[in-house]
């Protein structure tokens, strides 16, 4: 099976701007969630989708959305971009493995906001 | 408190040896899951390994083996034979209840670096 796939690998952005991330999960796998990972923050937990709803959120602002379609595939945006949303992001699609949902991750979208 | 927490500093150790990362969680919750992923340098998680604390056998996969002390709080990672493929960042993570609202929790990492 192919693994999960997220594009673009690499975006530059300007402050202000807004940016569209895009992530299809493994073939099968009906949950989604997205990551921040910085060097000070680590990595940090924005939302899951599953079924095409929110699940969970972590805590970031409203500038931070998502959805999921109903193929699966899910999109992260993120508008008015500041220099601090400067980070991987990273997209994980789960599996239930012993009746534990078991993330596997995407190589990421490194995102630069200049 | 931290819900993970990895404190090693920088790990080294020589090819062909093998290595503990330290992982110790906090949680009240008795359903839970203990995971362990890796992290080179080009930013993909990998997924090594996990434990459920109902699993009765510490988990083992191929060179990977999680040494569970449920009474200690701790879940460390044992890699046989080090290999210089090794040298990455390693996360632990936990995910509190079995349910649909469980999140996921990553500690901070621990530096793994393979010497040849």
């Known amino acids: 099976k192919a693994g999960v796939t997220q594009t673009p690998r690499y975006l530059i952005k300007t402050r202000g701007q807004q940016v569209t991330l895009s992530c299809s999960p493994i073939?099968?796998?009906?949950?989604v969630s997205w990551y921040q990972q910085t060097p000070g923050q680590g990595l940090q937990f924005l939302f899951e989708?599953?079924?095409?709803?929110?699940?969970n959120k972590g805590n970031f602002p409203g500038r931070f959305s998502g959805r999921q379609f109903s193929n699966s595939r899910s999109e992260m945006n993120v508008s008015t971009l500041e220099l601090g949303d400067s980070a991987l992001y990273l997209c994980?699609?789960?599996?239930?493995?012993?009746?534990?949902?078991?993330?596997?991750f995407g190589p990421g979208t490194r995102l630069l906001v200049l | 408190a931290q819900k993970i927490t990895q404190t090693q500093p920088g790990m080294f150790v020589q090819e062909k040896e093998a290595v503990t990362l330290d992982c110790t969680y906090d949680?009240?919750?008795?359903?839970?899951?203990l995971f362990w992923y890796k992290q080179p340098s080009s930013g993909e998680m990998i997924f090594l390994i996990y434990?459920?604390?109902?699993?009765?056998q510490n988990a083992t996969e191929g060179r990977y083996s999680l040494n569970f002390q449920k009474a200690r709080k701790s879940a460390n990672l044992v890699i046989s034979a080090s290999q210089l493929g090794d040298s990455a960042m390693y996360f632990c993570?936990?995910?509190?209840?079995?349910?649909?609202?469980?999140?996921?929790?990553f500690g901070k990492g621990i530096t793994l670096s393979v010497r040849p």
């Open positions: 434990q459920g604390s109902y699993d009765q």
């Open positions: 989708y599953f079924s095409e709803t929110q699940r």
């Open positions: 073939s099968g796998h009906r949950s």
């Open positions: 993570a936990m995910r509190e209840g079995f349910g649909a609202n469980s999140k996921l929790t």
């Open positions: 949680t009240s919750d008795p359903s839970y899951g």
């Open positions: 994980a699609s789960s599996l239930s493995l012993r009746g534990l949902e078991t993330q596997y």
